[in-house]
């Protein structure tokens, strides 16, 4: 069964980057459809980016042109590249696949 870990969240200003990484232990990893979702305060869980086992990938439409998405089969993760950021971006930020969950990143934005 796959485990979701992630990594890399933290303080940044705006304007500024962030690299989060999602590793999976277990197998089958280069099948699996893989998510960025996040949460803000009092907010719900909103989709961010996906990628597919072929790398296709969709974004919100708030975070077009800022964030990446990417995976490394070899490696079992997946990132988000996260560029320009703004303080609206602030949450909790969690991989997912299919109903497995990581534990979250938090990543703040503020000068």
């Known amino acids: 069964q796959v485990q979701l870990v992630e990594s890399g969240g933290g303080l940044v200003q705006p304007g500024g980057s962030l690299r989060l990484s999602c590793e999976a232990s277990g197998s089958g990893f280069s099948i699996l459809v893989m998510g960025w979702y996040r949460q803000a305060p009092g907010k719900q869980r909103e989709s961010v980016a996906i990628?597919?086992?072929?790398?296709?990938?969709t974004y919100a439409d708030s975070v077009k042109g800022r964030f990446t998405i990417s995976r490394d089969n070899a490696r079992n993760t997946v990132y988000l590249q996260m560029n320009s950021l703004k303080p609206e971006d602030t949450a909790v930020y969690y991989c997912?696949?299919?109903?497995?969950w990581g534990q979250g990143t938090q990543v703040t934005v503020s000068s």
């Open positions: 997912r696949s299919g109903s497995l």
């Open positions: 990628i597919t086992s072929g790398s296709s990938t």
